[in-house]
């Protein structure tokens, strides 16, 4: 089981960009999720935070622009405006643990679950 990353894409600086993020079998759920961005030659960077509360916290280089969320803690989302070239990253998110009722005596976990990441331009 992984996570998978859509949404990505090439934007003009000011343009918007919604990311999403759910698992690759729909039984499994979270109860928190972080993105993450890494760019060009630079080590990965922690960007938005959904706690298992509904709390949320941002980077403050996104802070104001970015909206981390979900309804129904199967999908995140990571809306993105105002985007700036400075945002050209690849985006991953990330759960410290899913879980699934695999059969009804068994709720399966998986931990520290990461996705391939879903590449943003924007150019200015």
């Known amino acids: 089981v992984q996570l998978v990353e859509s949404g990505g894409g090439s934007v003009q600086a000011g343009g918007s960009l919604r990311l999403s993020c759910t698992a690759n079998?729909?039984?499994?759920?979270?109860?928190?999720m972080e993105w993450h961005r890494q760019q060009p030659g630079k080590p990965r960077e922690f960007v938005a935070g959904l706690s298992s509360v509904g709390s949320t916290n941002y980077a403050e280089a996104v802070k104001g622009r970015f909206t981390i969320s979900t309804s129904d803690k199967k999908t995140a989302f990571l809306q993105m405006n105002n985007l700036k070239p400075d945002d050209t990253a690849v985006y991953f998110c990330?759960?410290?643990?899913?879980?699934?009722?695999?059969?009804?005596?068994?709720?399966?976990?998986?931990?520290?679950?990461w996705g391939q990441g879903t590449q943003v331009t924007v150019s200015s």
């Open positions: 990330h759960a410290d643990h899913l879980y699934g009722l695999v059969s009804p005596s068994f709720d399966n976990r998986i931990y520290d679950v």
């Open positions: 079998d729909d039984i499994y759920s979270f109860n928190a």
